[in-house]
């Protein structure tokens, strides 16, 4: 009797018994954000099978067979990987190394300004150079943490442009010295040839004669 009442047991937990579903392939990141030059892995769980991947900007970023994911230029791109019928998506923004705090400057010939720049991690050097050495001048400050002020001084009017490198990244900054042609005055009379005005200079004010008015 007591091995037919366990008979019975086993038949129980036997037909009593639920199928699980294995759950479905899932990708791990919806959207990263990594710098050029930089790597970061994707990866599918749930999944047994092969994965393919794919980016759709393959010179923004590339994707290796295995889902490591490395920022080659600046912009966005999608990363799919693929499993079977499924595909899954993950949005990827890709950053310069190298950030600065303006990228166009108007100087006069002889003034000077800084602009700050910003550098991430895992940067081995940073290099300036200068189209047109006559136009401006550069020069390092001191580091204050990942950001390194630069000093550009104005030499003549011009336009031309510095280049900010690293190992990875590059920003450019468009520099435009320019004369400052505001009127200077030399004296507190002169002759406007064109006008055919003589003006003079009273407690501060440009009073006009016509030619021969002015004694």
């Not at 294995?22 to 710098?35: G, S, V």
């Not at 003006?199 to 006009?208: A, D, E, F, L, S």
Request: hydrophobic share 35%; with cysteine; charged share 25%.
């Amino acid at each position: 009797l007591s091995n037919f009442v366990l008979f019975l047991a086993l038949m129980f937990v036997i037909s009593g018994s639920v199928d699980v579903k294995a759950a479905a392939p899932k990708l791990n990141k919806k959207k990263i954000t990594i710098y050029v030059g930089h790597i970061k892995k994707l990866k599918v769980n749930n999944v047994r099978g092969k994965v393919k991947w794919a980016s759709s900007q393959k010179k923004v970023a590339e994707v290796s067979s295995k889902g490591i994911v490395k920022g080659k230029k600046a912009g966005s791109t999608t990363i799919t990987a693929t499993v079977g019928n499924k595909r899954m998506i993950c949005n990827v923004t890709v950053k310069n190394n190298v950030s600065v705090s303006k990228k166009t400057m108007k100087l006069s010939p002889g003034e000077s300004r800084k602009i700050k720049i910003k550098i991430q991690k895992h940067v081995n050097s940073i290099r300036f150079k200068v189209k047109d050495p006559n136009v401006i001048s550069c020069k390092w400050g001191n580091w204050k943490g990942m950001t390194i002020p630069l000093t550009i001084t104005a030499k003549q009017s011009g336009s031309t442009y510095v280049t900010i490198t690293n190992t990875y990244s590059k920003e450019k900054v468009r520099v435009k010295p320019y004369e400052d042609h505001k009127l200077q005055l030399l004296s507190d009379s002169w002759l406007d040839r064109q006008l055919l005005y003589a003006c003079r200079v009273q407690n501060g004010k440009i009073w006009k004669y016509r030619k021969g008015q002015l004694g």
